[in-house]
């Protein structure tokens, strides 16, 4: 495993105030050979970045304390935090702030493990692409 | 008694008015009307004057001030005479109405008592004299707006000056009778007077021809000033209709505001419950349904389930899936009719083709029976909205292969100014009383294989996503060579 430009670890920071899609998006990272961690909100989310430096943040706008876009801000003004990849998921993809790549839900999957891979390469060979049968 | 001044033959040198005022026939009841006060003056100091000369008893019941400006132009010695010698008397004529008045009424018999007093003083050194008396007790009624006891009180001194055989100058402003109403009460005024004095304008009428005259000028303005009238009052009927057009107008221009007000509110609430609506399909229906499916597929991947509970999991994501279309479909439409309408972001022109190649081995694999064969042109490149595009084409091919007997052939060309993609399939034409319903929103066809396919809405939408693109989705349906839908698409937008 190596480590990103923006982080030291590897693993993914999933962000979301629903358990079932954190849980889900956890699955789909560790599926994939990474480690997950996860937070509830942007304010919960800080607090793990004092101790942790994810190599990816995936994040959901619209949340309860703080949102994900009050989080960005936060990141922002923060030397340490500004570098750290931040990939949006969310239903209401236009409100992403500029710059910030997104990934509008609800979340294609394959399209999912292909944007984190772009972000950060902790994805290892076990990770496995599986065309959706429909 | 008559409307105007009856002249007696005019003296040589003074009008029939001033000859009047000197000498006065027996039982004269003459009214003087005037518009300035100095005329008044002028009129009832000669009236005056000319009555201590004849030796008659004079009677004055006039306001204080209207005395002090008859005195003013009179003989000091002689006024001071006749009140001495009791030839003159004065009285107060706000005091001397008061004694006869009874509210709002002339009380007649406390009138007469009055006047017998009035006469008795007045004759009491010399009882055959003839009596002059000026009164405008009328003219007080009349600035009071008691009308009504003036002309009454005048009835009253009429016949007193008959039973009495005296003299009686009354005298009013003519500013009472300004108004049109007012022409009635004038002529009872006038009628009420044996002896009619114009307004100072009008004392010189000696000579017949120049009274003709000015009857004649007077005729012209009295009916000039009737058909002016009328035609204010016309003016006047006109101003209300339309006063009342304009509230009526203004009521309604009320109401409407009112009505649009009402409309926007609603609209509002409209808006605001689009967007509930759309947020509710948009984000809290379809993000649980992708973790059921996601969770399903992940588990499916992992291959921790094997056999029948494989084949179970697949029901849950075919279900899934096919629940997420009809989801996005409803999505579109309540786009497509609430916002401004199904959004497409065509990017720079691209080669269909490879997009129509992916759909049709998609559905190749989901309908292992039939073949659905593809020919295409090295390369048909338009500018379209890939994800758009292929949803179209997800919807066209997959009725052929759903609904149609037989294979499923696809086509596309690209022509000078269009890329056309056909669809074909053998089979039944379609009704042609079903081919324009096709197109409309919830018009579902039958079911296939004991599985509704959708909730009707496929080709609403394609037509709709389609003419984003300013192409079109064209249906032809014969007997002998079955059914196509034709996409064309633009090469240049």
Redesign the interface.
Known sequence: MSTSPGGDEACVLIVDD?E??RE?LR??IE?AGCTAITASNGADALKVLETRRPCLIVLDLLMPVMTGIEMIEVMRKQPALAAVPVLVSS??PNRAPAGVPVLP???D?DKFWARVKDSCDCLDARR?R?T??? | MGNLIRFPSASKEGSAVADLLADPPRHTHAVQFYEEPDSLYEAVSKFIGAGLEAGDRVVIIATVPHRDAFVARLDRGAVARGLASGQLTFLDARDTLAKFMVGEAVDPDLFRNVLSRIVAHARANAPDARIRAFGEMVDLLWRDGNSNAALHLEELWETACTERAFTLLCAYSMGHFYREADGQRFKAVCESHSHVIPTEGFTRLDEPYARLREISVLQQRARSLETELLHRKGLETALREALRDRSRVEAELRESVRREREARTKAEANDSFKEQFLAVLGHDLRNPLNTILTTARLMLMRGEVSGDSQKRLDRVVSSGVRMQRMIEQILDVTHERLSPGISVSCDAPRDVVPIVTRVVEELQSGHPTKSIALTAERACVAPVDEARIEQVLRTIVGNAATHGDGNVSVSVTSLEDVVTIEVWNAGPPIDADLETSLFEPFKRTRKTNGRSEGLGLGLFIARRILEAHEGKLELQSSLGRGTCFRVILPREL
Do not use: G
Request: proline content about 6%.
């Open positions: 629903e079932d899609i889900t699955e789909a599926m239903s209401v839900k609800p979340i999957i496995r599986t959706t049968s429909t």
